[in-house]
């Protein structure tokens, strides 16, 4: 009987352990993040905030595991991929990369406030290694690790887990223009692990997503702002000819990797222990916060 007790609390904290790590996440690694950029010693920022992701997703995945005592292999599903899901996902997000250059872009075009600021050098490669490689990596060990293993254990049905896994994952990357776009992707992530059940889908299809972002980054290929804003529409109805022509190719590799990965039939489980009280005053706080963040920035 006590052991039913403790299963049951356990099973009603769990979900408040992910929103108070997701809480820590995002309230307080900005500031530790300004502090190491002041204190950079001639480091490039790229390198700095790929360490400081590394450090910051480890941590709390880490005390999910060590409070919830699960092994890894379980929460972070590590199953393999397989040659075909990794071909249909690789056509996913090629497919997936100019619709989202196009957001973020297109905003910035029509007067958006502009918060990408120019290269402090052209080093794309350094910025496909940290940002395209190194942070996607460890950031979808967290958000489709513990955050969205969490939700699937308390009985959150898909569509719910990856409304709240997209909008975590955009409140993280702050910006009302970044929660946009990295929301969309976002849920694109959440459904190649829903399909595939393994890790391994949502990183590669964020390492294809954030490295492409750089390469085609037209920062990387101007002088100047000035010269930005210049080639910024040319940019947009290149990004937009490619969307319609890749599209297709998006909906094909959508429909074959459903196709490739039969869903087991799931039994219902009850989702009352999943949202407590003490979860949404947790999250109507992160809400206020990013909104604050976004009109003091």
Request: contains cysteine; proline residues 4%; aromatic residues 14%.
């Amino acid at each position: 009987m006590n052991e039913n007790n403790t299963s049951n609390k356990m099973a009603t904290i769990r979900p408040n352990i992910v929103m108070l790590l997701f809480f820590l996440f995002v309230v307080i690694a900005p500031t530790f993040f300004t502090s190491w950029l002041d204190n950079r010693g001639g480091v490039h920022d790229l390198i700095i905030h790929a360490v400081f992701i590394v450090e910051l997703v480890t941590i709390p995945v880490l005390l999910y595991l060590l409070i919830t005592r699960q092994k890894p292999k379980s929460v972070l599903s590590l199953s393999s991929l397989g040659l075909e899901n990794g071909l249909y996902i690789t056509g996913l997000s090629l497919a997936t990369v100019p619709i989202i250059s196009l957001l973020i872009y297109g905003s910035i075009s029509f007067g958006g406030r502009n918060y990408i600021e120019m290269p402090t050098f052209h080093t794309i490669w350094l910025g496909i290694i940290t940002g395209g490689i190194i942070i996607a990596t460890f950031e979808e060990l967290f958000f489709r690790g513990p955050v969205f293993h969490e939700y699937r254990r308390q009985g959150v049905s898909f569509w719910k887990i990856a409304l709240i896994t997209s909008l975590f994952f955009g409140i993280a990357h702050s910006g009302i223009i970044q929660i946009s776009y990295t929301a969309v992707w976002a849920f694109i992530m959440a459904f190649v692990l829903y399909i595939t059940r393994s890790i391994w889908a949502p990183i590669l299809s964020h390492i294809i997503g954030n490295t492409l972002g750089h390469v085609l980054n037209p920062m990387y290929y101007v002088d100047s702002y000035v010269d930005f804003r210049d080639v910024l529409p040319t940019y947009l109805i290149v990004m937009g000819v490619v969307a319609v022509i890749m599209l297709p190719v998006g909906i094909i590799c959508w429909k074959k990797l459903v196709a490739n990965n039969p869903k087991d039939e799931e039994k219902p489980v009850a989702e009352s222990k999943a949202f407590t009280v003490s979860y949404w005053v947790l999250f109507v706080i992160i809400i206020a916060l990013t909104i604050l963040r976004e009109v003091n920035s």
